[in-house]
């Protein structure tokens, strides 16, 4: 079974700033990794799909990179919206999601 | 637009059985899986397996398997998924989402496991 492990737990920023995410596989996933953003009381939302793919509506200051085991999501300018959990997920046979880092306003 | 809309808040006492249903619409059912995710409060979520929403095979995750089972049916463009013999550790938000890396998602459907 794949471990995804992600840091930091938690990132306290402020609006504008740059905000980088990791997340390691415990083993290769390729570049099956996913980035999904979730707010309290809503479901997942899909950021980045196969490391570096932007989702349908997503925007620009979003960004994924990595392959492998190592895997980074960076938001480039923080807007209000942003501050949330950030979970990532990989698909490889099987499919399971990282803890979670919670991006909190500074 | 697409859509999946889930089935109602379910209360259930412990090794009682639950389904949820998960109606799609604005795309072609059978091309694409739907996937069945749990969260328990305060937890990240938890992958319960997919179905193909084509031929209908199955995958589970360790976790669930043998107390779960997902079906579908396509002339509905509805997906269901049972869970058997809840515990009260089923207690969770129940979520279904689409496509080969899940990207659109239901609401999800609150399943509450008490006596």
């Known amino acids: 079974e794949i471990v995804l492990t992600q840091s930091p737990d938690t990132l306290s920023l402020s609006p504008g700033e740059r905000a980088t995410l990791s997340c390691r596989a415990s083993?290769?996933?390729?570049?099956?990794l996913a980035w999904l953003q979730q707010k309290p009381g809503q479901p997942p939302r899909l950021l980045i799909y196969?490391?570096?793919n932007r989702a349908t509506g997503i925007p620009a200051r979003f960004s994924g990179s990595g392959s492998g085991t190592d895997f980074t999501l960076t938001i480039s300018s923080l807007e209000p919206e942003d501050f949330a959990l950030y979970y990532c997920?990989?698909?490889?046979?099987?499919?399971?999601f990282g803890q979670g880092t919670k991006l909190e306003i500074k | 637009q697409v859509q999946l809309v889930q089935s109602g808040a379910e209360v259930k006492k412990p090794g009682a059985s639950v389904m949820i249903s998960c109606r799609t619409s604005?795309?072609?059912?059978?091309?694409?899986?739907i996937h069945w995710v749990r969260q328990a409060p305060g937890q990240r979520p938890e992958w319960m397996g997919w179905?193909?929403?084509?031929?209908?095979?199955?995958k589970y995750s360790q976790n669930v398997q043998g107390r779960v089972t997902f079906t579908r049916d396509t002339s509905a463009s509805t997906a269901y998924m049972e869970l058997r013999g809840l515990r009260y550790e089923d207690t969770a938000v129940y979520y279904c989402?689409?496509?080969?890396?899940?990207?659109?998602w239901g609401k999800g459907t609150t399943v509450t496991v008490s006596s």
């Open positions: 989402a689409r496509g080969t890396t899940p990207d659109v």
């Open positions: 604005g795309y072609t059912f059978t091309n694409y899986a």
């Open positions: 179905i193909n929403g084509g031929k209908g095979d199955t």
């Open positions: 083993q290769s996933v390729s570049s099956y």
């Open positions: 196969d490391a570096s």
């Open positions: 997920l990989h698909r490889t046979n099987s499919y399971s």
